[in-house]
């Protein structure tokens, strides 16, 4: 803040009188509202009401400039008089740098309406920094609308002593100087919201007095005049109440009686001085009240009279022993902060916001070999060398509200006995505007504590490469699964950083279909108390499963004993494990293809040579003994050479199409066509075998089902089905097809009243596991069992199904579905 003028304010005329310029008070353009018309129609009224209050007092209309202020106020400021401030900002009389927080309370009371309260500094003669807390209210019109700011200043010095002191001290300072910090607050909005009252009410003149009378009940302060000229002092009931007399009559010689022994002559020669000079006075003194000390306060204002003869003093009187008393446990409490704190054999110290050491026990002054100069002079760079100085840098700017505390080591040379090394706790202090205040530093001497360190730190090495170059994941557990520990390889194995692992519930990890094996791992080590060779799956950072087998067993301490914690080995196995499903499936297939072989060569050997036996008997007969037999016989023998040769096709056919499966030659070339059509071109060739049976294929659908198939598998499974429909119904019975729709699929129903299938038979009918004989037709017709083999899986390649019903004696329903025709898919 720029000074103003040093010259004594009780020197100023201008003190006590109305603010004018040119006969006219100096107001904002702005200000005509109720409230600022009352202070213009009587300027001088608000004056006397402002000077009268003990404490610093502002107005501002709502442009920001002053147009009322008391004389405590312009003392305040360190100006010389009134003039310099009614009429200006306070930017236009002070430095911008110290302005920037008013401003910013200013805006927020005319954009809110409310209180504001904050605290600041002013700077003092010498360039001394004054703290000072403000409270500022709104004036407003009849309509509500802000017309200007009340303000009122008291001193908080002693709340920023205590704001340092409440965070080392005990807990009965810090309530002291909670308790201190609200009373001033209560004061200072007491104070606002009955000056605020006074000056709404000043429309009607006549008031202003019992205004003023509520303003120091507010206050609790005693009112009090006196006349130099008649030597004649009047009090109110409150001055009495705070001297502990019954009002009455009251002179200078009582005030006398009452006051402590020791402040009497002080305060005597104060009063002798009061009439010297105009202007605003204060005295502090102790009087006694029933043999009780109590502190007080007299503040006066010596106004001059308007005929130059001798003027009036007028006053008021506070109670301030409850301030004396704090300020009294302050000190004491500093004191016995400064013992505690000079008795550590800690390193403590701290630096303000510039970083100039501020305070320093006698360890520090100690080991640094500093005296009490130090103190205020010695620069935070001073006590590190460039290089530590750099990384505390680094340090002290890293401290945010919120993590206001780091650590910071640092080495210091002893010469011929080495080094040592000091441990640093710092910590940072924040303003009401989050800026740092200041810092405190505690230091302790670790050498010895490095050395085990260091030690240690030899000793975690070679765990630490253990751990980083195994191909194993190493880690440590608690009884209930919770990862204390684990090694940084998972990070290449699972692509999991090791700390985000570490405090996790290891079940977390594990695929949820293992995750029951993990639960028995607890009881085993307590019941066997021996390692556990476990395997499971988990699922790395990619969303792949990968199998591990882990070796789990109790962790154990240099005494043997148990620590309550488990150390689990992992290893990955998965190409193990991929290795092992591949000798199952091959094992699998190889099985397959033994069943495929044997099936395949019992069909060689006895269903396809069977019908050559058949042909070729007959066939010599007729080339040998042709003569000897008639038209009847050779007939006869011709249909048995063309059935068993028509028997001996259909097996090369299914038998080829089985192959080519089994080959994986044989995919589906799907297409849409009629299956109705289908069925009855398959109808038609097996009339044949039908007719010679005496069996009707009866088929009747007025429908056109278009599916979405192949065709060519879609005819062996129809021709199989419908043939073995006629292999095994007797003479003379019916075979009936069917087509019908259910949902997205055509059904085909191939049912007849045959022999039926026995239920030992049907679990195992469309498989290579039945290796029985093939059930003979009712005219001693052989089968290969290959026939639905085919039929079930063409069926399930075009995206169909196959199942069967069937009672022995009473016949089989087959039924097989195809997909749709979907114009859309």
Not at 18 to 30: M, Q
Not at 61 to 86: A, E, H, M, P, T
Not at 566 to 594: C, G, P, S
Request: aromatic share 8%; glycine share 6%; net charge negative.
């Amino acid at each position: 803040m720029a000074p103003g003028s040093k010259n004594d304010i009780k020197n100023n005329k201008d003190i006590g009188q109305p603010i004018e310029d040119d006969d006219n008070p100096v107001v904002s353009d702005k200000g005509n509202t109720v409230a600022i018309s009352a202070i213009k129609s009587s300027d001088a009224n608000i004056q006397k009401l402002l000077e009268s209050f003990p404490v610093p007092v502002f107005i501002k209309d709502i442009d920001l400039k002053f147009i009322y202020c008391n004389s405590r106020y312009v003392q305040l400021l360190n100006l010389g008089s009134l003039s310099g401030v009614i009429g200006k900002t306070l930017a236009e009389i002070t430095s911008e740098e110290l302005t920037e927080k008013h401003g910013k309370a200013d805006l927020e009371v005319l954009e809110t309406g409310l209180l504001v309260s904050y605290e600041a500094g002013f700077i003092q003669d010498g360039d001394k920094l004054r703290i000072a807390g403000i409270t500022k209210a709104p004036l407003n019109d009849e309509h509500g609308r802000p017309t200007g700011i009340l303000g009122v200043v008291s001193e908080v010095s002693q709340s920023n002593a205590l704001q340092i002191q409440k965070e080392l001290i005990s807990g009965q300072i810090n309530q002291a100087s909670n308790e201190r910090i609200a009373s001033l607050e209560k004061r200072n909005k007491q104070l606002l919201d009955q000056i605020v009252g006074n000056l709404r009410d000043q429309v009607d003149a006549t008031r202003v007095e019992n205004r003023y009378e509520i303003a120091l009940v507010a206050l609790k302060a005693g009112v009090w005049d006196w006349n130099p000229e008649t030597n004649k002092l009047n009090w109110n009931e409150r001055c009495f109440e705070i001297a502990g007399m019954e009002p009455g009559d009251i002179t200078l010689k009582h005030l006398y009686s009452i006051i402590h022994p020791s402040d009497r002559e002080r305060v005597k020669i104060m009063w002798s001085r009061i009439t010297t000079n105009f202007g605003w006075f204060d005295l502090e003194f102790r009087i006694l009240v029933n043999d009780r000390t109590r502190w007080v306060r007299k503040s006066g204002y010596y106004l001059k009279s308007e005929e130059d003869e001798p003027g009036q003093v007028s006053g008021v009187v506070v109670d301030i022993t409850g301030e004396k008393e704090f300020q009294e446990k302050l000190l004491e409490s500093r004191s016995l902060f400064q013992t505690v704190v000079d008795d550590q054999t800690e390193l403590i110290c701290r630096f303000n916001a510039r970083k100039i050491l501020s305070f320093c026990n006698k360890a520090f002054q100690k080991f640094f070999n500093l005296t009490e100069e130090a103190i205020g002079v010695s620069d935070l760079k001073s006590f590190f060398d460039p290089r530590d100085y750099i990384r505390l840098r680094r340090a002290l700017k890293s401290l945010v509200e919120g993590k206001s505390v780091a650590g910071f080591n640092q080495k210091y040379s002893t010469g011929e006995k080495g080094f040592l090394r000091v441990q640093w706790t710092l910590r940072a202090f924040f303003d009401k505007e989050s800026e740092i205040s200041g810092y405190q530093f505690v230091g302790r001497d670790i050498s010895e504590i490095e050395l085990h360190r260091e030690a240690l730190r030899r000793s975690e090495e070679m765990f630490r490469l253990i751990a980083e170059n195994s191909n194993d994941i190493i880690s440590i557990h608690s009884m209930d699964g919770f990862v204390e520990y684990v090694s940084p390889s998972i990070l290449g194995i699972l692509g999991y950083q090791p700390q985000n692992v570490t405090g996790t519930d290891v079940a977390d990890l594990i695929y949820f279909e293992d995750k029951p094996v993990m639960k028995q791992i607890g009881k085993q080590l307590n019941r066997y108390n021996k390692p556990i060779l476990i395997s499971f799956r988990i699922e790395d950072t990619n969303g792949n499963l990968i199998w591990f087998e882990s070796m789990i067993q109790p962790q154990y301490d240099s005494k043997g004993l148990a620590t309550g914690r488990i150390i689990a080995v992992t290893r990955n196995i998965h190409k193990r494990k991929l290795v092992e499903a591949q000798q199952k499936k091959i094992e699998t297939e190889l099985k397959e293809a033994n069943l495929t072989k044997d099936k395949f060569f019992s069909i060689i050997a006895h269903d396809l040579r069977s019908p050559f036996t058949s042909i070729l008997g007959f066939s010599r007969l007729l080339n040998d003994e042709y003569d000897d037999f008639d038209d009847k016989e050779r007939k006869l023998m011709v249909q048995q050479i063309l059935t068993s040769t028509e028997s001996t096709y259909q097996l090369l056919d299914n038998l080829l199409a089985w192959g080519k499966s089994q080959m994986g030659n044989s995919s589906p070339s799907p297409e849409d066509f009629y299956i109705e059509s289908l069925i009855r071109e398959t109808i038609i060739q097996a009339n044949a075998q039908a007719v010679s049976k005496q069996i009707e294929l009866s088929f009747e659908s007025n429908n056109s089902t278009m599916v979405f198939a192949d065709i060519n598998m879609c005819r062996v499974v129809l021709r199989n089905l419908i043939s073995n429909a006629i292999k095994y119904s007797y003479p003379g019975s019916l075979v009936e097809i069917q087509v019908g729709v259910r949902d997205d699929f055509a059904e085909i129903e191939v049912k007849d009243s045959g022999v039926g299938i026995k239920s030992d038979i049907l679990k195992t009918l469309f498989s290579l596991g039945n290796k029985g004989v093939s059930t003979k037709g009712t005219a001693n017709e052989r089968g290969t069992g290959l026939g639905l083999i085919l039929v079930k899986e063409y069926a399930e390649r075009n995206g169909g199904a196959i199942s069967v019903e069937s009672k022995p004696g009473e016949g089989s329903r087959f039924l097989f579905t195809l997909p749709l025709f979907n114009p859309k898919s």
